[in-house]
């Protein structure tokens, strides 16, 4: 495991060898830039696919939503599109 200062950190337990969806809650220790590291406790193989990360606090209460000052900037432009959250960011990023 790596020795940098961790701001944040869960354990999720593999139940099952077939594709499942597990949940955790990583809570912030302090502000700063950061990024998702994934370190696994026993040798293996692991399968990753569509790790998503989401703020407690969404716009409007939406589940798997954006953050609220993120989105309340999408909505105060008056978007005339209906498209997904993920679609608008990959707009953006382009």
Do not use: C
């Not at 060898?17 to 220790?29: D, G």
């Not at 026993?42 to 569509?50: F, K, P, R, T």
């Not at 900037?73 to 953006?92: F, G, N």
């Amino acid at each position: 495991m790596p020795t940098a200062p961790y701001r944040g950190e869960t354990t999720v337990t593999v139940s099952s060898r077939s594709w499942k969806t597990y949940k955790a809650v990583l809570t912030a220790k302090a502000s700063a830039d950061t990024h998702l590291e994934l370190h696994p406790q026993s040798a293996g193989e692991i399968e990753l696919d569509m790790i998503s990360l989401f703020p407690q606090n969404t716009f409007k209460g939406r589940k798997n939503g954006l953050r609220p000052d993120l989105a309340q900037t999408l909505a105060d432009i008056h978007l005339a599109l209906s498209v997904s959250p993920v679609v608008v960011l990959l707009m953006e990023t382009v």
